[in-house]
């Protein structure tokens, strides 16, 4: 039986000499404004970077969940960067981004999400995290609550989004609706008009935190995703790259995070291979409801947990379960370790594949596993192997002659790690 190997065309890095400075702002500009690497594809010159000089995120298997904390005003640069200051996370939005595939998810949590807080016993608004812990706590929170990893964080001091408008020269909207909303104990006043026009850094900061829509926070989640849409468009002007030195200056005292600057530069240059039109953005599904607690009556989003693992799935885990219930699969064991064959099954079942069978490879020694693909589709084959990575770090994908029943045979090698449960029954 013939058999070739599938390779993914390597795109090509150029040898143009970059500016650190203008790196490291880059990184920040980009963390402050698309939450996490989006908007990296505006610098042209990060693109040039040497490939081989860029550290990939080696620890990491499949996406990097990244974890933006937008907080009240005044936070970082007042109280030099303190991680735990009592101050609620007004904004919550897990990036998830692939750097095999460069799809990019955004989730936005809206900031009264009724969660149970680790380490207080209570049910509380996952807003509160932040106040009780600072980022390890909301992290942590925002794991549980949607069952995945959160590799780093980063939080942003709205002076800071201030400033970085004011500098780009602003944004324009097309603002929805009259907006007109006053509340002197927490700083708000709101003042925009309906219809097309350019914010600068107050006005934009108005136009994000207004939340008096017929959907409450949900309403403001969607105006936030607006602006984010806007400001990738100016980002990716040649008038805004010019001014990177300023920025950096300005920013780095409104932002924190514990990505260290081998992994923002990773990050940059991931951004630039990813296609902003086909960022996928969505808010956690749920409905708000009022509910009586030791604080009294407040207003809570109760998370449809069916919707929201769906859309975890989707945007997060990256797994399109529609699409991979078309895929037939087959799983053997080469590697003689007992349920391992079974245990690579259960996990594509999970994520939808029509697994069809589970058997004995004809021999037991394969030191690497194989991904082998039947037939012309090559996607079925990626999907596949991005699924079974975590469990078979080595497996490498194959294009085989003949026929089969199925279109993919998973043959599980003694690289298989059993690092999700297992069964000790055969194969």
Known sequence: ?????????????????????????????GMLL??????????????????????????????????????????????????????????????SIDPETKDVGVLSIPRDTRVLIPGTGSWEKIAHAHAYGGPALAVKTVENFLGINIHHYVRIDYEGFVRAVDIIGGVEIDVPQDMNYEDPAQGLYIHLKKGPQVLDGQKALQFVRYRQYEDGDIG??????????ALAKKAMS??????????????????????????????????????????????????PQMIKDQHGELSYWIP?????????????????????????????????????????????RDQGYDVRSVTNA?????????????????????????????????SKPFKVSGKSEV???????KDFKMNMGGDANSP
């Open 34 to 95: 698309f939450a996490g690497g989006m908007a990296y594809g505006a610098f042209k010159y990060i693109r040039d970077y040497p490939e081989e000089q860029v550290k990939q995120l080696s620890e990491y298997e499949g996406r990097i969940n990244i974890l933006v904390l937008g907080v009240d005003i005044g936070v970082n640069g007042s109280q030099s960067k303190s991680l735990n200051n009592a101050t609620r996370s007004d904004t919550l939005i897990v990036v």
């Open 304 to 348: 449809d947990r069916d919707r929201t693992e769906k859309v975890v799935d989707e945007l997060i885990r990256g797994i399109d379960r529609n699409i991979n219930a078309t895929i037939r699969v087959s799983v053997e064991n080469g590697c003689g370790i007992p349920g391992a064959a079974e245990r690579v099954a259960q996990i594509l």
């Open 1 to 29: 039986m013939g058999e070739t190997r599938i390779y993914r065309k390597k795109e090509g890095s150029g040898r143009r000499k970059v500016r650190w400075g203008r790196v490291i702002l880059v990184v920040f500009l």
């Open 362 to 394: 004809s021999r037991q020694d394969y030191a690497e596993s194989r991904v082998e693909l039947f037939g012309e589709n090559e996607d079925a084959a990626m999907r596949v192997l991005r699924s079974v990575r975590p469990v078979l770090p080595a």
């Open 220 to 229: 403001r989640i969607k105006a936030q995703e607006m602006f984010l849409k």
């Open 238 to 287: 040649l008038a805004t790259v010019w001014k990177v030195p300023t920025l950096l200056r300005e920013l780095q005292s409104y932002v924190v995070t514990d990505l260290t600057f081998d992994e923002m530069l990773y990050l940059a240059n991931l951004g630039t291979k990813v296609n902003l039109e086909s960022v996928k953005m969505a808010i956690v599904p749920g409905s």
């Open 407 to 413: 279109d993919v045979r998973v043959i599980v090698g």
